[in-house]
């Protein structure tokens, strides 16, 4: 996905999408007898305790990594709008680690901003340091860990 301009919401919006499936994923329709494309569409019905999304950062048959930027919010990120199910009282949403890589898609290394309590730490290998919130929204955002509230 080309992540210019876009935010998780954005990101997780487009992912629910109804998608036509292309020449080569037919499948045999009982009732009108023949071979035909099926439409899908992935739903939110049920929301985790602990959220993980991971940046499909890695572009498909290339070598190349998206270093774009994708917005994400750190606290109140609420999915009441993503969901169909009944957990839209219980749908809000605190970022307490993500994992980032730096490198390409032969190399890397990975490091790791976390809150523990009310502080937030960078984690790189034998270094750690205390940081802020803000430090995780950049390009090398790889992994984001979630944590739903408990009103």
Same mark, same amino acid.
């Given at each position: 996905?080309? $992540?210019?301009?876009?935010? *998780?919401?954005?990101?997780?919006i487009n992912f629910c999408k109804e998608e036509q499936?292309?020449?080569? +994923?037919e499948w045999y329709c009982n009732v009108c007898k023949k071979h035909v494309l099926p439409k899908?569409?992935?739903? *939110?019905? %049920? *929301?985790?305790?602990?959220l993980i999304i991971c940046?499909?950062? $890695?572009?498909?048959?290339?070598?190349?990594?998206?270093?774009?930027?994708? /917005? $994400?919010?750190?606290? +109140? $990120?609420?999915?009441? /709008?993503?969901?169909?199910?009944?957990?839209?009282?219980? !749908?809000?949403?605190? *970022?307490?680690?993500? !994992?980032q890589h730096y490198g390409g898609t032969g190399f890397g290394h990975y490091t790791a901003t976390c809150k523990?309590?009310?502080?937030?730490? %960078?984690?790189n290998d034998s270094e750690i340091h205390k940081t802020n919130a803000y430090s995780v929204l950049s390009h090398s955002a790889y992994v984001l860990f979630y944590r739903r509230r408990t009103d």
């Open positions: 996905e080309d $992540f210019r301009n876009q935010n *998780l919401t954005k990101s997780l499936l292309k020449q080569g +994923n899908i569409k992935m739903d *939110l019905y %049920y *929301l985790p305790k602990i940046f499909k950062r $890695f572009i498909k048959g290339s070598l190349e990594k998206n270093e774009e930027n994708i /917005d $994400f919010p750190i606290d +109140n $990120f609420d999915m009441k /709008d993503l969901i169909i199910g009944p957990d839209k009282d219980h !749908s809000v949403y605190d *970022l307490f680690a993500v !994992s523990n309590f009310k502080n937030w730490y %960078y984690y």
